[in-house]
């Protein structure tokens, strides 16, 4: 994955003209330099743990950026928000967490009752079938300075699990972080399911998105290809859907 999709998110929020909805927000990595760049995010977060450290992080940014961003600690499955998001991100393979597709059809469900007519949005995920040579092996993931004098790191091994018709792996992450306030390590162990773009675009279809392209990378030009890192699908309601909602507005709102 690496942390360098931070960039490719900041392009996005600043071309979106409404507030943001992360689902699976963990302790921000995201979500700061999303609001920092002037977005209003709203940080959905399943793990206490991990939304506890998102809000403590917050506590160190400057009123405007700490104004900009909700967490809301829940299970984004059964979130139901009155507000409709110009841009609604699933980042760093958060929807692969969900190991059938069943279940990621509900994580599309929810994005479709939360998007804007007007809206777009992206869901990123790493790119098919794993070489065989990358399982069973630590492999360097990224690291990213987070704050002042706080470094991070993150190793991951896969390995497969369960019946190879399932597409399913384990992910392990082992994340190191210095800071001056000491040093901590820790694991996190999670079934993944992996997809193919074809497969992926068939599961956003059928959940009632055009899927406008899958980008390969993070520079959000080139479509996807076999030798391609990431699977970035770009997500918007139908043509029906979209000028549907711009009938029924009234004239002097459009
Ligand atoms: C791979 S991390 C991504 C964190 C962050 N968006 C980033 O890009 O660094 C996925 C996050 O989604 C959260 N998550 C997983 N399943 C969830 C669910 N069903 N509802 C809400 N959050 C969930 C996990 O706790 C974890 O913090």
Redesign the pocket.
Known sequence: MGLVDIPYYQRLVRAATGPVL?????TG??TLPLARVGATVCA????PA?AAQLRRRLDDESEQVRARVEVIE????SLRLPTRFMLVIV????WL?FPTAAERAQVLAVIHAHLHPQGRAVLDIFNATPDERVLDRWIEDGHAALDAGTNVSRLVRLRRIGQPELQQLELTSRYEVDSPRGSLRWEQTQPLAFLTPAQGRAECQAAGFEVRHIHGDYTGRTEVGPHSPRQLYQLRLPIGERTAALRSRPKEDR
């Open positions: 992360e689902l699976g927000a963990g990595r995201l959905v977060e399943r793990d991990m829940a299970e984004m499955c980042p760093a393979n958060t967490l």
